[in-house]
């Protein structure tokens, strides 16, 4: 188990997605492990963000905040200077740009874009299906799937899920394993709705090592052997040109939202 030595407070009046997503987002810049990210929602009185900043303070942690209220971003601010505690506003600076650009003051109600509408219940929809379908899980009901995603292991399929489904789509994925003919259920399925992943054999025996060696497991593994990896992806193209030549995105050195992006494009939703 790889000891947490650097913690990242994402901290927000609302949620806190939107500071879990940029703090995870940096993140994937850094060949960094002991890395925890610890969310801190609907922080909305002065004494709770008081306390946020002396744990920040106390476990020499980074902040990075998404708060509506000004009062609440100014505090924070403030005592994150005076605690030495390093602190990335993430909303206010747009905010103030925008507040410029309308000539008007935003809102300080924070969560605003989770009021509970039909698109919020459409979004937590999409997150069970995810959930409820990583990794090859619930074939039975894999064709109420918007999308789903095929590939060897450490494809970004799990990742890609979950951002798909807060897009509000139900996204599942399956594993494609060498010399295993993919299960029943996805062959019967619309083309329209499967997608391929791939990725260069050498990235994937860099993930795959690292992924041995947080398990504690021998690098000699075939697990993560290049020349196993080659033939893995070989066999997994042969399964996309099987199935009537789908659309296949190459995920090597991309980010989850550029690669989602390519998704919903390929798939013209």
Known sequence: MVETRFIIYAVSDATGELAIGNATAALRQFRQDGVTVLRRAKMRTIDRITKVVREAADTKGVIVFTLVSQKLRETLIRLAQETNVSAVDVMGPLMETLSRYFQSSPSDEPGMKYQITGEYFRRNEAIEFAVKHDDGQALETLNQADIVLLGISRTSKTPLS??????????ANVPLIRDVAPPREVLSLNRRRLVGL?????????????????????????YANVDCIRQELDFAHRIFDQLGGLPVIDVTLKAIEEVATEVLTVLGI
Not at 162 to 171: C, D, E
Not at 200 to 208: F, G, M, Y
Request: proline content about 6%.
């Open 198 to 222: 791939t990725v260069s054999p050498e990235k994937l025996v860099d993930l795959r090592s690292a992924r041995l060696a947080r398990l504690g497991l021998p690098r000699t593994e075939n």
């Open 162 to 171: 979950i951002y798909l489904a807060y897009r509000g789509f139900k996204a």
